[in-house]
Nanobody
Framework: QVQLVVSGGGLVQAGGSLRLSCAASGRTFNMGWFRQAPGKEREFVAYISWNAGITYYPNSVKGRFTISRDNAKNTVYLEMNSLKPEDTAVYYC???????????????????WGQGTQVTVSS
């Protein structure tokens, strides 16, 4: 069974940085990062294809967040810079065996999910 273990969350001041890691077991899949704040729907944050050839970001994080992967270590990363209070949320990584460039931002398209890690940005 595919398992995703997330680490790197924590408390940071506005303008600071955090790096999240998602260690995966099993096959190499297309991967996504999502976040969910209290009272809000789960929100797409970043996508990376299985071979790292394609990445996508929403406008809310574009230019500040960077997704990358090291397939030799079977790990996906999310580098978060210039953090804002509105970035505060529980962050999740997910694996999507059949996710494509047409549906990468839809949570229901991802088959496997890691545990959530809290990211809190203070002002």
């Amino acid at each position: 069974q595919v398992q995703l273990v997330v680490s790197g969350g924590g408390l940071v001041q506005a303008g600071g940085s955090l790096r999240l890691s998602c260690a995966a077991s099993g096959r190499t899949f297309n991967m996504g990062w999502f976040r969910q704040a209290p009272g809000k729907e789960r929100e797409f944050v970043a996508y990376i294809s299985w071979n790292a050839g394609i990445t996508y970001y929403p406008n809310s994080v574009k230019g500040r967040f960077t997704i990358s992967r090291d397939n030799a270590k079977n790990t996906v990363y999310l580098e978060m810079n210039s953090l804002k209070p509105e970035d505060t949320a529980v962050y999740y990584c997910a694996a999507g065996p059949y996710v494509s460039s047409s549906d990468y931002d839809l949570p229901r398209m991802y088959a496997y999910w890691g545990q959530g890690t809290q990211v809190t940005v203070s002002s």
